[in-house]
């Protein structure tokens, strides 16, 4: 490698917004012909926005397939190609049906500080905006406050909370939210979960009793359990995503923080390793900032 | 577990060195390849990462490995050496300033965990006699205050949450409300921000002129992937860091972010953090983690924790027990309820030399099976406790009806203790004053 790369590299580490795209065509351009030390630049390039090594390997193979079939040596050629890998990657996960087919229940999971809260408030203002009638329920028992900020949520959002108090058993308020979403026939109703460590075993065991209460009590209700991940987190997500799923199987992933610099390669890693479908997409912290998941949209901002 | 997957790759890779006699440069470069990838799949930093490696190799290739006796030993010192030397030389403290109150600024991304760590680091600081007055300045997270004036309950800590909306005043005030009442040291808990938010960030810069603090601390989760890296160099250009809180250290993570951010931002990592729980702070020692990503243990924070937890005289009437081999299921459940005081058993036996998380995943035990262990044991006649080897069959059906648990569960106990006795041993061996050998040594 050389010097003039290293620098570039640094300086569009400054850069605000620097995506996957600028390094890629840097790249092309340095390299001209499509050759080994290109694809070692490209495999760091892809690792650099957290696809991981694995996930990496198989793009990289199945790239370097496509360039064989098409017997062609132009570099030029690259972006459409990968761009095309990682659509059809991306596309063979189908998502669950949020929109019809109510009423709904969505657990919303997650590991502390991926942004679950936020999150719910969005998704709510999002069925509010449907005129769909809404329940939010306060099962974050645990962190302090917790109840607080989803209150001052549901009233800004003039949605009506069922919650318990601070340290009360989350499986109870659980029953009490799925009952009272019953009663009232709304929906959605979204059940907060208090943030937790997917390697703590009694905090995930009681996850499953939450889980297991508001899945036994539906009704007519189908159930949706979504996983909240961080972008910038890295190759831990998929871990998180594993334990998860093992616990409460998991429907949809909720990525957020993509506002900041960020690439999100992990989504790719995700389709690949786990095949979990990503539903949603946070990009800011308005409530029009939370947006569905397209694989084309997804793969089209990557390349631009 | 902290960077417990990372050292089972280098222990891998450092096993398959032994095998040879000298290192070629092709082996080195074989082991520096699967460093690499342990590295990246670590989410240290690419940059990071390669600069690390050109750095061993030219090292590694030079004299010191190809005619070292024990090639294997070299690469390992040489990969530790360079590890610590990222991860910085020794634990530094915080800085007092000269004139009371002492003001610690906190800044970081949505969700790194300020607000947990604000009240960590002030029941820290109180417990080493000092007065801390806790700051809520994140006026924009809903209840964010609320959340830590219950945490200042929690720790019997004043909270000060100030009027209006503006932080930058509510900081000021905090500083005056700290010399009014005697407070010598004022924690200032920020809204969580994008690095790349200009207008929050001149906000942060706007608390930090108004109060000028003598410490400002990132604080980042240590699950953070390669981004880790853009984050702190913006805070750090903005702000000029004085040190980094690693969050989160009690999950999974091979913690890479932690290499990168030192590496880059050169500031030292001050404080881990693990846990939910107000005393789930540590200060940071670079050397121990060095040790821990090598697979080496982290054998002085375990005998550290012993040593405050178990009484010394237990201690060594334990020990004697365990090197003639008398260590019953009686001494199990008194050091079962020790090791539960120390902190998570995983957490505890990671820092055990050759333990893997694989051995580790049957002893993940709660404080309801420790319980039932309790009862268990308790239903053993004396002499049961005593020689376990007498347990047969049919024991086993009468201790299960008498504790009311299953009898798998007994078959389990009595494994989980012939297997702690092993671990007991190589834990006295340690204490004996010689380092266990390592299997890759």
Same mark, same amino acid.
């Given at each position: 490698?050389?010097?003039?790369?290293?620098?570039?590299?640094?300086?569009?580490?400054?850069?605000?917004?620097?995506?996957?795209?600028?390094?890629?065509?840097?790249?092309?351009?340095?390299?001209?012909?499509?050759?080994?030390?290109?694809?070692?630049?490209?495999?760091?390039?892809?690792?650099?926005?957290?696809?991981?090594?694995?996930?990496?390997?198989?793009?990289?193979?199945?790239?370097?397939?496509?360039?064989?079939?098409?017997?062609?040596?132009?570099?030029?050629?690259?972006?459409?190609?990968?761009?095309?890998?990682?659509?059809?990657?991306?596309?063979?996960?189908?998502?669950?049906?949020?929109?019809?087919?109510?009423?709904?229940?969505?657990?919303?999971?997650?590991?502390?500080?991926?942004?679950?809260?936020?999150?719910?408030?969005?998704?709510?203002?999002?069925?509010?905006?449907?005129? &769909?009638?809404?329940?939010?329920?306060?099962?974050?028992?645990?962190?302090?406050?917790?109840?607080?900020?989803?209150?001052?949520?549901?009233?800004?959002?003039?949605?009506?909370?069922?919650?318990?108090?601070?340290?009360?058993?989350?499986?109870?308020?659980?029953?009490?939210?799925?009952?009272?979403?019953?009663?009232?026939?709304?929906?959605?109703?979204?059940?907060?979960?208090?943030?937790?460590?997917?390697?703590?075993?009694?905090?995930?065991?009681?996850?499953?009793?939450?889980?297991?209460?508001?899945?036994?009590?539906?009704?007519?209700?189908?159930?949706?359990?979504?996983?909240?991940?961080?972008?910038?987190?890295?190759?831990?997500?998929?871990?998180?995503?594993?334990?998860?799923?093992?616990?409460?199987?998991?429907?949809?992933?909720?990525?957020?923080?993509?506002?900041?610099?960020? &690439?999100?390669?992990?989504?790719?890693?995700?389709?690949?390793?786990?095949?979990?479908?990503?539903?949603?997409?946070?990009?800011?912290?308005?409530?029009?900032?939370?947006?569905?998941?397209?694989?084309?949209?997804?793969?089209?901002?990557?390349?631009? | 577990?902290?960077?417990?997957?990372? +050292?089972?790759?280098?222990?891998?890779?450092?096993?398959?060195?032994?095998?040879?006699?000298?290192?070629?440069?092709?082996?080195?470069?074989?082991?520096?390849?699967?460093?690499?990838?342990?590295?990246?799949?670590?989410?240290?930093?690419?940059?990071?990462?390669?600069?690390?490696?050109?750095?061993?190799?030219?090292?590694?290739?030079?004299?010191?490995?190809?005619?070292?006796?024990?090639?294997?030993?070299?690469?390992?010192?040489?990969?530790?050496?360079?590890?610590?030397?990222?991860?910085?030389?020794?634990?530094?403290?915080? %800085?007092?300033?000269?004139?009371?109150?002492?003001?610690?600024?906190?800044?970081?991304?949505?969700?790194?965990?300020?607000?947990?760590?604000?009240?960590?680091?002030?029941?820290?600081? %109180?417990?080493?006699?000092?007065?801390?007055?806790?700051?809520?300045?994140?006026?924009?997270?809903?209840?964010?205050?609320?959340?830590?004036?219950?945490?200042?309950?929690?720790?019997?800590?004043?909270?000060?949450?100030?009027?209006?909306?503006?932080?930058?005043?509510?900081?000021?005030?905090?500083?005056?409300?700290?010399?009014?009442?005697?407070?010598?040291?004022?924690?200032?808990?920020?809204?969580?921000?994008?690095?790349?938010?200009?207008?929050?960030?001149?906000?942060?810069?706007?608390?930090?002129?108004?109060?000028?603090?003598?410490?400002?601390?990132?604080?980042?989760?240590?699950?953070?992937?390669?981004?880790?890296?853009?984050?702190?160099?913006?805070?750090?250009?903005?702000?000029?860091?004085?040190?980094?809180?690693?969050?989160?250290?009690?999950?999974?993570?091979?913690?890479?972010?932690?290499? +990168?951010?030192?590496?880059?931002?050169?500031?030292?990592?001050?404080?881990?953090?693990?846990?939910?729980?107000?005393?789930?702070?540590?200060?940071?020692?670079?050397?121990?983690?060095?040790?821990?990503?090598?697979?080496?243990?982290?054998?002085?924070?375990?005998?550290?924790?012993?040593?405050?937890?178990?009484?010394?005289?237990?201690?060594?009437?334990?020990?004697?027990?365990?090197?003639?081999?008398?260590?019953?299921?009686?001494?199990?459940?008194?050091?079962?309820?020790?090791?539960?005081?120390?902190?998570?058993?995983?957490?505890?036996?990671?820092?055990?030399?050759?333990?893997? +998380?694989?051995?580790?995943?049957?002893?993940?035990?709660?404080?309801?099976?420790?319980?039932?262990?309790?009862?268990?044991?308790?239903?053993?006649?004396?002499?049961?406790?005593?020689?376990?080897?007498?347990?047969?069959?049919?024991?086993?059906?009468?201790?299960?009806?008498?504790?009311?648990?299953?009898?798998?569960?007994?078959?389990?106990?009595?494994?989980?203790?012939?297997?702690?006795?092993?671990?007991?041993?190589?834990?006295?061996?340690?204490?004996?004053?010689?380092?266990?050998?390592?299997?890759?040594?």
């Amino acid at each position: 490698m050389t010097d003039g790369f290293v620098s570039r590299l640094k300086a569009s580490l400054t850069k605000t917004r620097q995506r996957f795209l600028a390094p890629l065509e840097e790249a092309m351009l340095f390299h001209k012909k499509i050759s080994p030390e290109f694809y070692e630049e490209l495999e760091e390039i892809l690792i650099a926005s957290d696809v991981g090594y694995k996930t990496t390997s198989l793009l990289l193979d199945k790239l370097k397939e496509k360039v064989k079939t098409e017997k062609t040596d132009q570099i030029n050629e690259i972006k459409g190609y990968l761009r095309e890998i990682m659509t059809a990657l991306l596309s063979v996960l189908s998502p669950p049906d949020l929109d019809t087919d109510l009423p709904l229940a969505l657990l919303v999971v997650g590991v502390n500080g991926v942004g679950k809260t936020t999150s719910i408030a969005k998704l709510a203002e999002y069925y509010k905006g449907k005129d &769909k009638s809404c329940l939010l329920v306060a099962g974050d028992t645990f962190r302090a406050a917790a109840i607080d900020q989803l209150r001052v949520w549901g009233q800004r959002l003039g949605i009506d909370l069922i919650h318990h108090q601070e340290g009360a058993d989350p499986g109870a308020v659980a029953f009490d939210g799925i009952s009272a979403a019953n009663a009232r026939k709304v929906d959605v109703a979204i059940f907060d979960t208090a943030g937790r460590l997917h390697t703590k075993v009694n905090l995930m065991t009681e996850l499953e009793k939450v889980h297991r209460v508001v899945s036994q009590n539906l009704g007519e209700r189908r159930l949706l359990n979504l996983l909240v991940l961080d972008a910038t987190t890295g190759q831990n997500a998929l871990s998180q995503a594993r334990a998860f799923h093992e616990a409460v199987g998991i429907d949809g992933i909720i990525l957020t923080k993509l506002d900041g610099t960020a &690439k999100g390669g992990i989504v790719l890693a995700i389709a690949a390793e786990l095949g979990l479908p990503i539903v949603w997409l946070g990009i800011g912290e308005q409530s029009e900032d939370l947006r569905r998941f397209d694989p084309d949209e997804f793969v089209k901002a990557l390349f631009a | 577990m902290v960077f417990s997957n990372l +050292s089972e790759k280098l222990q891998e890779t450092f096993r398959r060195l032994r095998g040879k006699g000298k290192l070629g440069e092709k082996d080195v470069d074989e082991a520096l390849r699967q460093v690499k990838l342990a590295l990246l799949e670590a989410d240290v930093n690419f940059r990071v990462v390669r600069g690390f490696i050109n750095r061993v190799k030219e090292r590694a290739i030079g004299q010191e490995v190809l005619n070292s006796l024990t090639p294997g030993q070299m690469v390992i010192k040489i990969v530790h050496q360079e590890l610590a030397k990222v991860m910085g030389e020794k634990a530094e403290n915080l %800085k007092i300033s000269d004139r009371a109150p002492s003001i610690y600024l906190l800044a970081g991304l949505q969700g790194a965990g300020k607000t947990t760590t604000v009240g960590k680091l002030g029941a820290f600081l %109180k417990k080493q006699g000092r007065r801390p007055l806790l700051t809520a300045a994140d006026v924009y997270r809903p209840a964010a205050a609320k959340q830590l004036q219950v945490l200042g309950e929690q720790i019997d800590l004043p909270v000060y949450c100030g009027e209006g909306k503006d932080p930058v005043a509510i900081a000021a005030q905090a500083v005056e409300r700290a010399r009014q009442t005697q407070r010598d040291i004022v924690l200032i808990d920020t809204a969580g921000r994008l690095h790349i938010n200009e207008e929050l960030m001149d906000e942060l810069l706007e608390i930090k002129k108004a109060v000028n603090p003598v410490e400002i601390l990132l604080v980042v989760d240590a699950m953070t992937g390669q981004d880790a890296v853009t984050v702190a160099q913006s805070f750090n250009e903005k702000l000029g860091l004085t040190g980094l809180i690693l969050t989160k250290l009690d999950s999974d993570t091979r913690g890479g972010a932690a290499l +990168s951010i030192r590496e880059v931002t050169g500031c030292p990592i001050k404080f881990i953090g693990t846990g939910e729980k107000m005393d789930g702070i540590e200060v940071f020692h670079p050397q121990r983690l060095a040790s821990r990503i090598l697979g080496m243990g982290d054998v002085l924070t375990l005998i550290e924790k012993v040593e405050a937890t178990v009484e010394a005289e237990q201690a060594k009437n334990l020990m004697k027990k365990i090197q003639k081999d008398q260590f019953t299921l009686e001494d199990f459940m008194v050091q079962m309820r020790q090791v539960q005081k120390m902190g998570p058993l995983e957490q505890v036996f990671s820092m055990i030399p050759g333990m893997k +998380s694989k051995q580790l995943q049957g002893l993940a035990l709660d404080e309801k099976s420790l319980k039932h262990i309790e009862a268990i044991i308790q239903s053993m006649t004396i002499e049961e406790r005593r020689t376990p080897q007498i347990i047969n069959a049919s024991r086993r059906k009468r201790i299960a009806r008498g504790s009311g648990r299953p009898i798998q569960e007994v078959n389990r106990l009595l494994n989980q203790f012939e297997q702690s006795k092993k671990m007991m041993k190589q834990l006295g061996n340690i204490g004996k004053g010689g380092f266990p050998k390592l299997p890759f040594m």
